[in-house]
């Protein structure tokens, strides 16, 4: 079968995958996606919840943002509470920017519609992804498609956008990339509940039994979280027993405890942070999860994904327009300034936040003490803020 060509071969349709696409369909570059997913698999993904203003921005400007500027929900700011008490920061007063809470798979459902809409090339179920020649200026993938055929994606760019647990990165040699990595002694057991959320806006919750996040993706469906120990057994956790947990990590003096209702979805996320450097070798540009981990303590997975992808499609664009590889060749320097902000600020919610196993008295005071400065201290609580909403692209 002849080979396809195209201009970027994109592995991977996840939001970095599919806004990449997006972004360089806009600049009327060519690209091909492949995922090795069905539609319905990626569509029901419960995942990410919260978007950076500059994520919904780039959305908003990319023409794909209609039905989430519709349905999303727009806060003002978070809660954190720690000493039987809820202290609410305002993001709005302090940085005059609001958060987004709009389900990543929302994102996806957009973008998959707006790249069908267009009848652009989008292969689901695909397999066997292997990439070849990518330190040569005719690099390929070759993949067995949806129906069994044997195909060969032959592009000048391919975009490494397959997560943490896809097949690019690993076919980087193993001497041209630098690990950076850290595991935590903790892991987030999280749920999807139709209940209302009993809380008005994302609320992180320090307490001495573990932490607790209640989130919530629409007024009838909550999203919530437990710190449990690392690989922890699901058939551990019956139903009861989350609710109980979340109700006495959640409580504080007059709250209301949380609405009880059907778990439609559970799952233990690992916690990790993890970069590589370089982000690219050879003609492949890695992109999103396939380079980057952070713990969802900041929320700054999916919008690290976008914001990657938001550089590499002008780099793509100035390559094919005047053949200038400047912006492609410093791609990952410019991606890993905002990769390595979102790494210390997801590191420093989590270690601020999360009672560690063996944590001493010592930790557990410094916790109290950066919990109660950034609720008290205009400076602290800006910092935790601008951070949080997203700083602006480029900064
Ligand atoms: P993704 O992993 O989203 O997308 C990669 C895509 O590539 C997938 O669709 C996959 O099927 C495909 N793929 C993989 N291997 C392939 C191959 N060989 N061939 C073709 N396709 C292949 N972030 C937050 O901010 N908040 C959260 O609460 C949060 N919760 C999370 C919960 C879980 C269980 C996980 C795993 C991640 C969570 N994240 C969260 C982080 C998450 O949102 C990621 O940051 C985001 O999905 C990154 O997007 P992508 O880089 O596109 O990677
Ligand atoms: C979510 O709504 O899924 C969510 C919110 C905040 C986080 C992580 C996840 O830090």
Redesign the pocket.
């Known amino acids: 079968v002849a080979p396809i060509r195209t201009q970027v071969a994109i592995?991977?349709?996840?939001?970095?995958?599919?806004?990449l696409a997006h972004l360089l369909h806009l600049r009327g570059i060519e690209s091909v996606v492949?995922?090795?997913?069905s539609r319905g698999?990626?569509e029901q993904?419960?995942?990410?919840?919260?978007l950076e203003a500059p994520t919904v921005q780039l959305l908003c400007d990319a023409g794909v943002g209609e039905r989430l500027q519709r349905e999303s929900l727009r806060h003002r700011g978070i809660s954190l509470r720690f000493d039987r008490t809820d202290h609410h920061l305002d993001f709005v007063a302090l940085t005059g920017r609001s958060i987004t809470v709009y389900g990543?798979q929302e994102v996806?459902k957009d973008l998959i519609a707006a790249r069908l809409a267009a009848g652009l090339p989008l292969h689901f179920e695909?397999?066997d992804?292997r990439l070849r020649g990518i330190e040569t200026d005719e690099p390929e993938v070759a993949?067995t498609d949806g129906d069994g055929v044997h195909r060969i994606l032959a592009a000048p760019v391919i975009a490494g956008?397959?997560?943490?647990?896809?097949?690019?990165r690993p076919q980087i040699p193993a001497g041209r990339l630098t690990v950076f990595e850290r595991d935590y002694p903790f892991a987030?057991l999280?749920i999807l509940a139709k209940a209302a959320p009993a809380q008005e806006e994302v609320t992180y919750a320090h307490s001495d039994r573990g932490f607790a996040l209640a989130?919530m993706r629409t007024a009838e469906m909550a999203?919530l979280?437990l710190q449990v120990p690392p690989d922890e057994p699901l058939e551990d956790w019956p139903d009861g027993r989350i609710w109980d947990e979340l109700n006495a990590r959640l409580a504080v003096e007059g709250s209301a405890p949380l609405n009880v209702g059907p778990i439609l979805e559970r799952?233990v996320?690992t916690m990790r942070s993890f970069v590589v450097e370089p982000m690219r070798h050879g003609q492949l540009f890695l992109?999103?999860?396939?380079?980057h981990?952070?713990p969802?303590t900041?929320?700054?997975?999916?919008?690290?994904?976008v914001a990657?992808v938001a550089v590499l499609a002008e780099a793509v664009e100035r390559f094919f327009a005047t053949g200038d590889s400047a912006l492609l060749d410093g791609y990952s320097v410019r991606c890993l300034r905002r990769v390595w902000r979102a790494e210390h600020f997801s590191w420093w919610m989590t270690s601020m936040l999360h009672l560690a196993p063996g944590a001493d008295a010592f930790e557990r005071r410094l916790q109290l003490s950066q919990l109660r400065y950034v609720t008290s201290s205009e400076a602290a609580a800006t910092s935790l803020a601008e951070n949080y909403v997203g700083l602006p692209y480029g900064s």
């Open positions: 592995v991977g349709a996840g939001p970095a995958g599919l806004v492949l995922e090795a997913r698999y990626l993904r419960v995942r990410a919840g919260v990543q996806v695909v397999a992804v993949f956008c397959d997560g943490f647990h896809g097949v690019c987030w999280g989130s999203r979280y799952g996320t992109a999103g999860d396939a380079a981990i952070v969802p900041g929320a700054k997975g999916m919008n690290l994904a990657d």
